[in-house]
């Protein structure tokens, strides 16, 4: 069945260090992977989405890299900030345009 | 627009009782997801629609689940009757074609 995995549950590091979570998916080739951030008592936030054909995008401290080959997704935040705690998932379409997500990495940043 | 707004907050019901989610989804987009989020299975993709139609629902645990989109600004989430192990956020998203956008979720206990 196709899945999508977030391996890592909690991922604890200094402030000013990057960050980086991890994203596999197996039986399946999505045409672009998504990444959304949660914070307590809300709901999921969109921040990044990257094609099949994109090696890597950015946006401000954030920086996502997509590998087909190892069917994994890397999502880093340089310079980390105690404001970057949060869950982070990430998510595909499958079949039927399906939106599933990963079980989600919760990092806290130490100051 | 005000995003995707969802009703009731909270909603706290004795088992057996029938409850009623409610979402309001962004003006526009044609698919609307609903998901369920717990701490050990995470967000799960319950039943979505494209254009008021439902197009998937393999993620509806059981027939005391239902969920109609009677028109484009409007769905519901239907349990009846509820469970103690139907405890959890419940999160209505809409999108138009990449990006999701969640409401604030629905807490729901069933005591």
């Known amino acids: 069945s196709q899945k999508i995995e977030q391996n890592s549950e909690a991922l604890n590091i200094q402030e000013g260090k990057t960050a980086t979570l991890t994203c596999n998916y197996t039986?399946?080739?999505?045409?672009?992977l998504q990444w959304y951030r949660q914070d307590p008592g809300r709901g999921p936030v969109f921040l990044l989405l990257?094609?099949?054909?994109?090696k890597e995008k950015r946006k401000e401290r954030l920086k996502v890299t997509f590998d087909t080959t190892l069917k994994q997704s890397l999502f880093h935040i340089t310079a980390s900030q105690p404001a970057d705690s949060a869950t982070y998932l990430c998510?595909?379409?499958?079949?039927?345009?399906?939106?599933?997500f990963g079980s989600g990495t919760r990092l806290q940043v130490q100051p | 627009d005000a995003g995707v707004i969802q009703s009731p907050r909270h909603e706290v019901t004795e088992m057996g009782q029938e409850v009623t989610l409610r979402c309001k989804p962004i003006?526009?987009?044609?698919?609307l997801f609903w998901y369920r989020q717990t701490m050990m299975r995470g967000l799960e993709l319950l039943i979505y629609?494209?254009?008021?139609?439902?197009?998937?629902d393999s993620g509806m645990p059981e027939d005391r689940f239902s969920a109609k989109m009677p028109n484009a600004s409007f769905s519901t989430l239907k349990i009846q009757p509820s469970e103690p192990r139907d405890s959890a956020v419940y999160f209505c998203?809409?999108?138009?074609?990449?990006?999701?956008?969640f409401g604030q979720g629905t807490r729901l206990t069933v005591v």
């Open positions: 998510a595909s379409h499958t079949g039927r345009r399906a939106l599933t």
């Open positions: 039986n399946y080739s999505p045409a672009y």
């Open positions: 990257i094609r099949e054909n994109e």
């Open positions: 003006s526009g987009h044609d698919y």
């Open positions: 629609f494209n254009n008021n139609v439902p197009i998937d």
């Open positions: 998203a809409s999108h138009t074609g990449t990006e999701a956008f």
